[in-house]
């Protein structure tokens, strides 16, 4: 939805498309850090390097299955805390991580060798905008029931459009319906 109004319409699309493309409808934000260490130093402390804490943030640990010493540690963070990231350069938002896990994960300045780190995030990438649709309540009652109804020959399919905001189950609901749509001439 926030990069519907990206593309030209003409006639213009309903205006509760219009609203709802022009920042009516909330998106969540979401970031996800990737740090790559030297070793898995968190395993000599009997962690296995997944773990949820109160900021709110998740720590992943993608390379659990893979061998060899380095590892990689993942945050997945989400609405205020990926936005106040996504301010940051990537080598602050780094830093800033790293400073906090110090309560996560104790003496990680003094055993780690920090090799690579990037990020990526959905605001900030070009072609979503957000992670998934959030809307408010407000927003949900006004314009939920229009996200999906077919425009003459155009039919909107996504998570955005159904009931399962921020699943995959919501892309191929959608998915369904709109190829029913179309299969079914409406
Ligand atoms: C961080 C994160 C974690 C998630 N975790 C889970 C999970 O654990 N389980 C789960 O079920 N779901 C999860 N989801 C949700 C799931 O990924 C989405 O609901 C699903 O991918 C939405 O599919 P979609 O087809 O609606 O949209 P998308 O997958 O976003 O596809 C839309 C596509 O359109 C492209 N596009 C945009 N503009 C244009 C244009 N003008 N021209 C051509 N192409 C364009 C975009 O680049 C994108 O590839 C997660 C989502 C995020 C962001």
């Known amino acids: 939805m926030p990069v519907l109004n990206r593309i030209q319409f003409s006639p213009q699309l309903s205006d509760a498309k219009v609203e709802a493309s022009s920042g009516g409808y909330d998106y969540a934000a979401s970031t996800r850090v990737f740090m790559q260490f030297a070793n898995r130093f968190w395993e000599s402390e009997g962690l296995n390097g997944w773990g949820n804490t109160d900021w709110p943030e998740e720590i992943w640990h993608p390379t659990w299955d893979r061998g060899g010493a380095r590892g990689l540690l993942m945050s997945y963070l989400f609405y205020d805390r990926a936005v106040e990231l996504d301010q940051l350069s990537e080598e602050n938002g780094t830093q800033h991580l790293l400073n906090r ?14 090799e690579h780190s990037t990020s990526h995030s959905w605001v900030l990438q070009e072609w979503s905008g957000g992670a998934w649709a959030s809307p408010t309540e407000e927003q949900n009652e006004a314009l939920a029931s229009h996200i999906g109804v077919a425009e003459g020959r155009i039919h909107f399919a996504g998570e955005h459009a159904s009931d399962y905001h921020g699943w995959m189950q919501g892309a191929l609901v959608s998915g369904l319906r709109a190829a029913t749509e179309i299969h079914e001439g409406e």
């Open 101 to 114: 896990w110090t309560n996560v994960f104790p003496g990680v300045y003094d055993n780690i060798e920090l």
